[in-house]
């Protein structure tokens, strides 16, 4: 019987750094028969240059030890493959592995590198971006780029930026057209969702389905947290007057000014004009106990 091989790609900034995440990926597989390979990403690190070292590999599953952000760079490697890519959460919001019903603790979740089963999922292609999880344009982007840019990481610092955002953002004027009607809406944010929730559990999108060829477009009208909290808590619709939520496969969207804009928690800048495609079959992913619908 063949030994499975696992590669793991650690992103060494991820998390709050407390965690050796090498030594433990050492340690949990030291008594095991896995073949386990490491390689740590250094700050900067190309596609092309990651594609070769996974190539030269030769590895069964590869895994990616981070957030949202070292997954996403995994998955571009991998995209269009039938290779699995686990997850080792490592992240401030790990939403993406919520989603797959990954478990947080770290030894669970390396477990679940060798007993998870893999899933193909879609994606969605955003102005040349691969966008695994959620990407939008307003509030919640502004919202990651002060994040950012604040020294520390956790549900705190996430707190104070939250509160500059609510301050200091403002609504936007967008336009777009699904099933041949035209939205012209000022709105507070607009979110391209692939999947239910982000990272710090809200959810955004009830209707999502990671496997169905078909992303949503939430458009939030109003600074609608609490509506947003009323949704998750009770499983009622959106009021339609605050939020709309839309299904398609592909997607262009035009703003009067330009508005923030992030992908799978990574902040790309600003942009008035986004682009959006549904790629099918895009991954193969290892999940776990996935949440009841």
Not at 181 to 188: E, N
Not at 194 to 218: H, R, S
Request: charged letters at 25%; glycine letters at 6%; aromatic letters at 8%.
């Amino acid at each position: 019987m063949k030994t499975t091989k696992l590669l793991f790609i650690i992103n060494p900034g991820s998390g709050s750094g407390t965690t050796q995440f090498a030594k433990a990926i050492e340690a949990f597989f030291e008594q095991r028969d896995e073949v386990v390979e490491l390689y740590e990403l250094p700050k900067s690190c190309s596609i092309d240059k990651l594609k070769a070292i996974i190539k030269k590999a030769e590895a069964d599953r590869v895994i990616a030890v981070g957030g949202d952000g070292t997954l996403k760079l995994v998955a571009e490697c991998l995209l269009a493959t039938d290779t699995p890519i686990g997850i080792i959460p490592a992240g401030s919001a790990n939403g993406m592995a919520k989603e797959l019903g990954i478990p947080l603790d770290l030894e669970d979740a390396l477990a679940l590198t060798v007993s998870g089963k893999p899933k193909k999922i879609h994606a969605v292609l955003i102005n040349n971006e691969l966008c695994i999880h959620l990407a939008d344009i307003g509030f919640n982007a502004y919202l990651v780029k002060k994040f950012d840019e604040l020294p520390a990481r956790g549900m705190i610092t996430y707190a104070k930026a939250l509160w500059h955002a609510f301050w200091n953002h403002r609504k936007m004027s967008v336009s777009f057209a699904i099933d041949g009607k035209l939205i012209r809406q000022k709105a507070a944010m607009v979110a391209i969702a692939n999947a239910k929730q982000y990272g710090t559990g809200l959810q955004i999108n009830p209707d999502g389905k990671l496997d169905d060829e078909l992303f949503e477009v939430i458009l939030v009208k109003e600074y609608a947290v609490m509506e947003i909290l009323k949704i998750w808590l009770t499983k009622k619709p959106f009021n339609p007057k605050k939020i709309e939520s839309f299904q398609t496969s592909s997607l262009q969207i035009t703003t009067k000014h330009k508005v923030h804009f992030q992908i799978d928690g990574e902040y790309l800048g600003k942009i008035n004009a986004l682009e959006a495609k549904i790629i099918p079959q895009a991954i193969n992913v290892l999940v776990g106990a996935l949440p009841a619908p």
